[in-house]
């Protein structure tokens, strides 16, 4: 019973908000969805302490689909893995929905708000307690159109409208791969049963899949697909686009789809299919490829943004990467212990940065701030605690996770394991920069903006810096809490993430040269130095450097121009084939034969009709002349063929 309020309490809430909102008004609205996810959390916290480092079980739903000899139950699959998520979901998303009460306070639309976030949430957590993988396509679906509808749900702004579509579009490519996935496992294993597929894995190894005449192995073809699926999810390079431009949602959307939900669900993934992955080297190479990839990209990215939240949106990206690549080299604890770590200060950062919006009059540009950690210390302490754990500052949250990724890097024998190495150390001393500068550039200096706005910065209210401080706490202490996670002996996780026997990364990465376990905390310093001298010590040191590199400087801020050479690459041919289609197969042939053909050729004949009606009466007499002329012919030729 616990795990069905755990998870339905949230559904509850967006029926409730969704349906009667307007009758309720928006302060019940409110009520009833924050009270409902503060059960859900409450709930979580019980499964957090009470069946971590237990075995797996289920809670029977319902029988779901029954088709023949096919037969899928709608279960909840409770081990420590999901336990884990269901925790950071919830958690996570109470507070953002208490932040949102003050947040959204001014909205026209809040009863609708609240039901979408509400939904948002509960898709996540179908997702993530999913047993079969017909149950995680449902919670996956889910969690997109929620996200489209969270994206777009200021609707009367195009921007925002399109980045919804856009959110929506690009998932479309690697939802496309994870049905293909879905359908393939499905073919080789013959059920979508997580127990039945697992226990099979080990047998298939090394088996051969024939697609389109040429033959791969079947597991790397598998999880080759599964993982393009999580790749679209969490925006992984090439299917990253779709995600700065989700800052177009409000705040609270973007700290929920950023944190808890969405962008996790395809680390989640590689994560839940590791009995899969183990036995498919080639894919784990490509995954760390990509994975340390990305996190260096999105770090570049990052530097040269001015947008708050655009800023926090690349590191999110990057971050990702680093679960990624942890997964990729046999790490998969420490991508989750990341990904748990990191959901605490996204948050703290996404919600803190609404808290400045706030204070700013709904400024966003970071070029129109300045000069204003006085007026509002609360927020700035708890941005700098969500700063240094996410640059891996000792003692903070993101130290132990971060720390571990690269030093399971070192020590994994993987064969883009140097790569992501040193990509991901580079990717350290890019974020720890543009953090600093986030936080010099919003908080310090000469104030930037004009004297009404900087008359009006104020702290946010009370129902806002409520989260904020526990999220803060979660910020600091979460890495100390959660370091059972990446134990050699792997007892946190009771089997739920699997390893085969030789994939010891998790012992070797505790016995890594000194060196190594330094160079994160380097790479930190140095970044965090180099930003204070640009913006504090030297402040007109960045503007002669873009001088003097403009074309990178370019290359950078035009976030490595991925929207244009897609936009030429499939936007552009794609309208143009929509428009010739549209004229000259739609206009052209259906419309013209077709409705139109038929509708001008009534008219003209109407026409030709109307002009008889003259109203002279010798042109009726003429007609009815040549009528009889007529009706004698017929008859007469009639009567001469009788004959």
């Known amino acids: 019973m616990l795990h069905i309020i755990l998870v339905f309490a949230p559904l509850l809430g967006a029926i409730v908000a969704g349906l009667f909102g307007r009758v309720i008004g928006d302060r019940a609205s409110q009520i009833v969805t924050c009270s409902l996810m503060a059960v859900s959390a409450l709930c979580s916290v019980i499964g957090l302490f009470g069946y971590v480092g237990e075995p797996a079980f289920k809670v029977e739903v319902l029988r779901w689909i029954q088709v023949g000899g096919f037969e899928v139950d709608w279960a909840l699959r409770v081990d420590p893995l999901s336990t884990v998520m269901m925790f950071v979901v919830s958690f996570i998303s109470s507070f953002i929905h208490l932040y949102s009460v003050g947040y959204m306070s001014h909205d026209k639309s809040i009863p609708r708000f609240m039901s979408y976030l509400s939904l948002f949430t509960f898709a996540m957590l179908m997702l993530v307690t999913s047993d079969n993988l017909l149950q995680l396509f449902f919670g996956w679906e889910g969690v997109g159109v929620a996200s489209y509808l969270l994206i777009g749900f200021w609707y009367t702004r195009p921007s925002a409208n399109a980045a919804a579509i856009k959110a929506f579009v690009v998932n479309r490519v690697g939802d496309f791969a994870l049905i293909l996935g879905i359908a393939g496992i499905f073919l080789v294993f013959d059920s979508v049963q997580y127990d039945q597929i697992f226990a099979a894995a080990e047998g298939l190894a090394g088996t051969q899949l024939v697609v389109f005449g040429a033959t791969y192995d079947t597991l790397t073809v598998l999880c080759f697909l599964l993982f393009i699926g999580a790749m679209g999810k969490s925006a992984q390079l090439g299917l990253h686009t779709w995600l700065p431009d989700a800052m177009e949602g409000p ?92 959901a605490f200060f996204k948050a703290l950062l996404f919600l803190g940065a609404g808290s400045v919006i706030h204070a700013m009059s709904d400024e966003q540009d970071m070029r129109r701030m300045g000069g204003i950690w006085r007026k509002i210390p609360f927020t700035y302490a708890v941005m700098w605690i969500g700063t240094l754990a996410l640059v891996g500052f000792p003692g903070f949250a993101g130290f132990f996770s971060k720390d571990a990724i690269l030093e399971a890097a070192w020590a994994s024998h993987n064969a883009f394991a140097g790569y992501a190495f040193w990509l ?23 104030p930037r903006a004009d004297e009404e706005t900087m008359h009006h910065v104020h702290e946010s209210p009370l129902v806002m810096t409520i989260p904020l401080g526990v999220l803060a706490v979660g910020a600091v202490f979460a890495g100390w809490l959660g370091s059972g996670m990446v134990g050699a002996d792997g007892s946190f996780w009771a089997g739920s993430i699997f390893t085969r026997p030789g994939n010891e990364v998790l012992e070797e990465l505790h016995h890594v040269p000194f060196l190594v376990k330094l160079a994160p905390f380097l790479a930190m310093a140095t970044g965090l130095g180099l930003s204070w001298v640009f913006y504090v010590a030297s402040p007109g040191l960045p503007g002669r450097v873009a001088g003097a590199l403009r074309p990178l400087y370019l290359f950078s801020y035009n976030k490595w121009y991925f929207d244009e050479l897609y936009d030429a690459l499939f936007v552009r041919p794609a309208k143009a084939l929509g428009v010739g289609f549209w004229r000259f197969g739609d206009q052209g042939i259906i419309d013209r034969f077709g409705p139109d053909g038929l509708a001008a050729s009534t008219m003209a004949a109407a026409r030709r009709a109307v002009r008889l009606q003259s109203g002279y009466v010798y042109h009726y007499a003429f007609a009815m002349l040549i009528g009889v002329a007529v009706l004698v012919s017929w008859y007469l030729l009639g009567a001469g063929l009788g004959r």
């Open 251 to 342: 705040t609270p959307v973007s700290a929920l789809i950023h944190a808890a939900t969405m962008v996790t669900a395809g680390v989640f993934l590689v994560a839940r299919f590791s009995p899969l992955f183990e036995y498919a080297p080639t894919a784990l190479a490509f995954v760390t490829f990509i994975g340390a990839s990305t996190a260096f990209f999105a770090a570049t990215i990052g530097l040269t943004q001015f947008d708050i939240k655009r800023v926090i949106a690349y590191s999110t990206c990057s971050q990702l990467g680093y679960m990624f690549f942890a997964a990729g080299v046999g790490a998969y604890s420490a991508g989750i212990f990341h990904l748990y770590t990191h």
């Open 424 to 446: 991901g150390i580079a990717a350290a001393v890019m974020t720890a920069f543009y953090s600093g500068r986030l936080i010099f550039m919003t908080f310090h200096g000469k």
